[in-house]
């Protein structure tokens, strides 16, 4: 039996045009927006402020703050992991048969795990796979995640500059981002530029 709420449109490694089945919509536009907020922040002290340009790289973003990351070859369902743990070194660990594009998100939204976590006296672990990424659940922390990678790789304002000055079609800006010409489009959609 299919599922009715996967969506015929998910990429290879980004997804965000599904519906969420959420109780409290408030609380989706809230998280929404302080991932957006979060990946902004994250991009201003430790990407644009070094003279860096596009694409964004997240394994760099991720050893600034201190993660190690790591490409193993994993169980072909999972994307990535990453492990939170007291006074030790976390730890991103990265599919290595997964296609770039496809690690790449998977590393910023592990990024996105580190930076909404709590409890920081016990350990944490987040394992992701092609359905946690496609953000088909209803969990707050997933919803965060996704939303932080896709704005940590396209960032809005860089975004809506390729789109709406320099007219770039969404292959072209693929190439620039380091995403699918697909994620574009859904990112267009999700900032309300189409
Ligand atoms: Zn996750």
């Given at each position: 039996?299919?599922?009715p709420?996967?969506?015929?449109?998910?990429?290879?490694e980004?997804?965000?045009t599904?519906?969420?089945?959420?109780?409290?919509?408030?609380e989706?536009?809230?998280t929404?927006?302080?991932?957006?907020?979060e990946?902004a922040?994250?991009?201003?002290?430790?990407?644009?402020?070094l003279?860096?340009?596009?694409p964004?790289?997240?394994?760099?973003?991720?050893?600034q703050?201190?993660?190690?990351?790591?490409?193993?070859?994993?169980?072909l369902?999972?994307s990535?992991?990453?492990?939170?743990?007291?006074?030790v070194?976390?730890?991103?660990t990265?599919n290595?048969?997964?296609?770039?594009?496809r690690?790449?998100?998977?590393?910023?939204h592990?990024?996105?795990?580190?930076r909404?976590?709590k409890?920081e006296?016990?350990?944490?672990?987040f394992?992701?796979?092609?359905?946690?990424?496609?953000?088909?659940g209803?969990d707050?922390?997933?919803?965060f995640?996704n939303?932080f990678?896709?704005?940590l790789?396209?960032?809005?304002?860089?975004v809506?500059?390729?789109?709406?000055?320099?007219?770039l079609?969404?292959?072209?800006m693929?190439i620039?981002?380091?995403?699918?010409?697909?994620?574009i489009?859904?990112?267009?959609r999700n900032l309300?530029?189409?």
């Amino acid at each position: 039996m299919t599922n009715p709420r996967k969506n015929p449109q998910v990429t290879p490694e980004f997804t965000q045009t599904v519906t969420l089945v959420v109780h409290d919509q408030d609380e989706l536009h809230m998280t929404v927006q302080e991932a957006e907020a979060e990946a902004a922040r994250l991009l201003d002290t430790s990407w644009w402020s070094l003279g860096r340009d596009l694409p964004i790289d997240p394994s760099y973003l991720a050893r600034q703050l201190g993660i190690a990351v790591r490409f193993e070859p994993l169980p072909l369902d999972e994307s990535g992991n990453i492990v939170i743990a007291p006074d030790v070194e976390p730890v991103i660990t990265l599919n290595a048969n997964d296609h770039p594009n496809r690690q790449r998100f998977t590393c910023a939204h592990e990024i996105g795990h580190y930076r909404r976590r709590k409890m920081e006296a016990v350990t944490q672990r987040f394992v992701d796979n092609r359905d946690t990424l496609a953000g088909l659940g209803t969990d707050v922390d997933e919803i965060f995640a996704n939303q932080f990678a896709a704005a940590l790789l396209m960032p809005a304002r860089r975004v809506q500059e390729f789109f709406q000055l320099k007219n770039l079609r969404a292959d072209e800006m693929g190439i620039l981002f380091g995403t699918s010409a697909q994620a574009i489009e859904i990112r267009l959609r999700n900032l309300r530029l189409t």
